[in-house]
């Protein structure tokens, strides 16, 4: 009987130990190295060094084997692929964000219009001067040039659109400087609430066109085919011979 149970303890002795010394096997061999050069090494700069090698080698080694062993067995790894209940369904619930961040966006009071791509606001305390990122309106106010055609036409049709406006949202573009060499603050302009961008509007009517500074820039491509639009429907800038008396 006695035979019989040593037997069986031979048995689930071997296993296990031939499974520990898989699992540990890193620090089994630093064990047998430091042994090795407390034994082998006698000049003891050597050995010592060669101690502390060891040791700053195969415990990291040790420590990452033993985790690798734990993160791929099968139950711990389904047990970590399960979704939350809960947090699943918040993020169901949660709308995808616009391209534009909130820190991207200033509210703003309506001062007046300059010409089609230049208003004044109030903004943080002080009156600013915005010009339209994206557009450009024919020139009106330049004391140093004639009234460009359609110039004041579309002075007024910017005034017409900006009368029932008394805030506006005001949009940054990281692609763009924050001011031009004039110091105005270069920012696309909400109307109605953050709704209608007032820079597509314009183009679209005919009375601006798309206006690509130095650098592309975020609406670029959406203006541009506003712009296509409006040439083929022959609005505003666009209608035949509307600037032929003026050498345009």
Not at 24 to 31: A, K, V
Not at 136 to 145: A, G
Not at 184 to 199: P, Q
Request: aromatic share 12%; glycine share 6%; proline share 5%.
């Amino acid at each position: 009987m006695e035979i019989l149970f040593a037997k069986k303890r031979k048995f689930i002795s071997i296993p296990l130990i031939l499974i520990l010394s898989i699992f540990f096997w890193p620090f089994i061999t630093l064990s047998f190295t430091i042994y090795f050069l407390h034994k082998k090494v006698s000049f003891s700069p050597v050995k010592y060094s060669l101690m502390v090698i060891s040791i700053l080698l195969l415990i990291p080694i040790g420590f990452a084997w033993s985790y690798g062993f734990f993160s791929t067995n099968p139950k711990l790894t389904a047990e970590r692929s399960k979704p939350t209940p809960q947090v699943a369904g918040i993020a169901d619930r949660t709308p995808q964000k616009s391209q534009t961040t909130e820190d991207e966006k200033e509210i703003a009071e309506f001062v007046r219009v300059v010409d089609g791509d230049t208003i004044e606001v109030h903004l943080n305390g002080k009156k600013e001067k915005i010009r339209i990122i994206g557009i450009d309106t024919p020139e009106v106010v330049d004391p140093r040039v004639a009234p460009e055609c359609m110039g004041k036409e579309a002075s007024e049709k910017a005034k017409q659109i900006f009368g029932s406006q008394t805030s506006l949202t005001l949009e940054k573009d990281p692609t763009q400087q924050d001011r031009d060499r004039y110091n105005r603050l270069l920012r696309y302009v909400w109307l109605n609430d953050g709704t209608t961008d007032y820079g597509r509007l314009i183009i679209s009517l005919g009375y601006a066109s798309e206006y690509t500074y130095d650098l592309p820039y975020r609406y670029q491509s959406l203006y541009k085919e506003e712009q296509q639009k409006a040439q083929e429907l022959k609005v505003g800038l666009w209608i035949d011979g509307v600037c032929q008396n003026d050498g345009n």
